[in-house]
């Protein structure tokens, strides 16, 4: 046993509300210069949907991610070799249409136009030719469903295509706030040429080192999620940082702290890095979930906590370990699920997914339904969440549908319903934390690795390290 | 002249070629990068980017052998100066059709792209006219070699090596045509620009990645 720690985070779907406050205050403290426009290291997308970059789960296009060679893992971009091979040109790397074209508007022709008949207007510029240009698609192109037909381009409807119609009263959606999972398994590390990317050994956090990139851009491609971003202007790449400097002084991450719909949780985890390998290798891609469930491991275990202490974890960040409603969630109760397990990166940000309202069908004759007449599909969900394992995801909805179940007897005063999975207490424990639970609750994290104050911090907002020391740039 | 361009100019522009880049990289690293284009343009990369770099591995690898190998190390080995000609123009124009037309297509996509202008700094233009220069004389030079009249490696090869020495013996120069002197002050002045353009990202190629694990895990 070799036991690291981890931030990890947990967002619950049932209360993304889709405002998109996390992607907006992550753009003001991160991304907020020239040569970043275009990127957004939080973005919320509306499922189904191709997505931001469009169609980004399809890896037959981009190789992003680990494969299976003989039970062997390797990155889906070939060998080393393969990878040096397309230094002076890269097949899959995204280019800027992929994502979209930054604009601003002419808001000056607002104020300076002469007197006329029709009112001014303020025509979109592009922000990287400085060009009139025309809006052909943006970062949220396809909020509440609003480009139709692209919907039905969703990858992950290929597979169940003939079970989901998208007919008009079957349509379904749901938001899907993301982020770098900060992976286990970081595809990205392994791919960059130079070791410019590396996962931090103290909290595990993924980083790009601004210094070392070369700009090879192959992280852009391996990444699954398309987490990292090329920035055309430093010609580095960039990724999101967990807002490590706030979580360096206990803070939690800037979208963590600003989500008004509170689903995220942020705290400590501790694994075992020497399993890590191993889950990753899982043979059956149903299994990773279950898998990486072992991988983590419990925080009260002596042995843990010897292994923890040999690697140098503190007292404060077993404490956390120990309080820690993201380990509740994803382990004890089973209630957060990986996002597309079957990439083998072992993601970081866990999700528990949500609980819609019932099907059309079935909406007369029943009040809680079961799990299997949900309005979005359960296979759906399962290309999402567990490679395509829908047990899993009946178990994951029963449980949340369990707990509305006891919360509401309890409150009219029926009795329980029996073969209940877990205790009485489980389900108020986990009802107060995923309902109800307050900012100090939701997020436990060990205070500080270093003393930077916070008005420093502010100071820094939008630039830190970024900017160009020693110019050259 | 001929002692300021080929007895001086060589040492204060291999000096600065070294020096520049060692404080490039303490000083800018931030700022070293390949300066990749691929993600404002991505299709017309897909031909160009790797003809001029495989073209320019190829050049590389003439030059080496070409200037810094003695031409009687290669005939003591049994290549007479017949053989030795057939060997340089067999790899040299393929090297050279794949570098030149590689070149030109990157510039076509480099000035004939909106986007591009984004990703093209002053630095950078400077730095294209003067490899132009430098590529189109030295190709000029490999095919006016057809001729035969004209032998570099009694000339200037001797010459660049004894450069490397430290005895430059400019007389070697006398004779030598123009193209090939223009040449010179190409490779030259492509030294002078070198750290301070995005040329450095050469240098970075990536062998350590053949020799590291796949996952790195650093400590703050
Ligand atoms: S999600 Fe983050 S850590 Fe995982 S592969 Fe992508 S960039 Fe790397
Ligand atoms: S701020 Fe919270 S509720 Fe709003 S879109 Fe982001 S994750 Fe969803």
């Not at chain 1, 240009?133 to 943006?138: F, S």
């Not at chain 1, 381009?153 to 079957?170: A, G, H, M, P």
């Not at chain 1, 103290?202 to 391996?222: A, M």
Request: aromatic share 12%; proline share 5%; with cysteine.
């Amino acid at each position: 046993m070799n036991i690291k720690a981890q931030i990890a985070m947990v967002m619950n779907l049932d209360k993304c509300i889709g405002c998109h406050t996390c992607s907006i205050t992550c753009k003001n403290v991160w991304t907020n210069r020239e040569g970043a426009e275009y990127m957004y290291f939080n973005n919320v997308e509306t499922k189904p949907g191709i997505g931001y970059p469009k169609n980004w789960e399809n890896q037959e296009k981009w190789k992003g991610g680990w494969k299976l060679d003989d039970g062997e893992l390797s990155l889906r971009t070939g060998s080393k070799l393969d990878r040096i091979m397309k230094l002076f040109y890269h097949p899959e790397q995204p280019e800027l249409d992929d994502y979209y074209e930054p604009w601003t508007y002419d808001y000056e022709t607002l104020i300076n136009s002469r007197r006329k008949n029709h009112q001014p207007v303020a025509r979109p510029r592009s922000l990287i030719t400085q060009k009139r240009m025309e809006i052909k698609w943006g970062p949220n192109w396809e909020d509440d469903l609003a480009s139709g037909e692209s919907a039905r381009n969703d990858y992950n409807l290929q597979k169940i295509s003939d079970e989901i119609t998208l007919e008009f009263q079957d349509i379904f959606m749901k938001y899907l706030p993301r982020n770098c999972n900060h992976c286990l398994n970081p595809a990205c590390v392994a791919a960059c040429p130079s070791g410019a990317i590396y996962k931090r050994d103290e909290d595990g956090v993924v980083l790009v080192n601004q210094d070392g990139c070369r700009g090879w851009r192959h992280c852009i491609p391996s990444c699954p999620y398309k987490k990292i971003y090329y920035n055309w202007k430093t010609n580095k790449a960039e990724k999101c940082t967990f807002c490590y400097p706030r979580l360096e002084n206990g803070l939690p991450t800037v979208c963590t702290d600003t989500c008004v719909g509170r689903i995220r949780y942020l705290g400590v985890i501790l694994y075992d890095l020497d399993a890590v390998k191993n889950c990753a290798s899982t043979q059956d891609e149903k299994l990773i979930y279950s898998n990486v469930l072992n991988v983590i491991k419990d925080p009260t275990d002596p042995a843990v906590i010897e292994s923890a202490k040999l690697n140098g974890i503190s007292e404060a960040w077993l404490r956390s370990a120990e309080i820690s409603p993201v380990y509740k969630i994803i382990k004890n109760w089973k209630l957060a699920l990986p996002l597309h397990p079957e990439y083998r990166t072992l993601p970081m940000v866990w999700y528990i997914p949500p609980l819609s309202p019932i099907a059309k069908n079935v909406e007369e004759k029943v009040y809680l339904p079961d799990s299997k007449e949900m309005r979005i599909p359960i296979a759906y969900l399962a290309e999402l969440f567990s490679a395509g394992n829908v047990s899993v995801i009946y178990q994951t909805l029963q449980r949340l549908l369990d707990m509305r179940t006891v919360m509401r007897r309890k409150e009219i005063g029926e009795s329980m319903p029996q073969n209940l999975e877990f205790e009485i207490e489980t389900y108020e424990k986990m009802y107060r934390l995923l309902g109800i639970a307050k900012y100090s609750e939701r997020i436990k994290l060990p205070a500080g690795l270093q003393g930077v104050e916070h008005e420093k911090l502010r100071e820094l907002q939008g630039s830190t390290g970024y900017a160009c020391p020693g110019g050259f740039c | 002249m001929n002692e300021l361009l080929y007895a001086a100019l060589p040492y204060i522009s291999l000096t600065i070629l070294i020096g520049g880049t060692i404080l490039r990289y303490a000083q800018g690293e931030r700022g070293w990068t390949t300066k990749s284009s691929e993600f404002l343009s991505k299709n017309d990369l897909k031909l160009a980017g790797p003809m001029f770099h495989v073209g320019l591995f190829m050049a590389f690898g003439g030059h080496v052998i070409g200037v810094l190998i003695p031409k009687f190390v290669t005939e003591s080995v049994g290549i007479d100066e017949h053989l030795y000609h057939f060997i340089a123009l067999a790899g040299g124009i393929p090297a050279g059709v794949l570098f030149v037309f590689g070149f030109i297509l990157l510039m076509i996509r480099r000035f004939g792209n909106s986007r591009m202008s984004v990703n093209t700094s002053g630095m950078d233009k400077l730095l294209y006219l003067i490899l132009a220069l430098t590529i189109f004389t030295g190709c000029a030079g490999t095919l006016s070699g057809f001729g035969g009249h004209f032998d570099y490696r009694e000339t200037i090869s001797p010459w660049f090596r004894s450069i490397l020495m430290l005895s430059p013996d400019v007389s070697y120069m006398e004779n030598v045509p123009l193209v090939f002197r223009i040449h010179m002050i190409g490779w030259m002045m492509t030294a002078i620009l070198f750290p301070f353009s995005r040329l450095v990202h050469c240098l970075s190629f990536p062998f350590e990645y053949f020799g590291r694990s796949h996952i790195i895990y650093r400590r703050k």
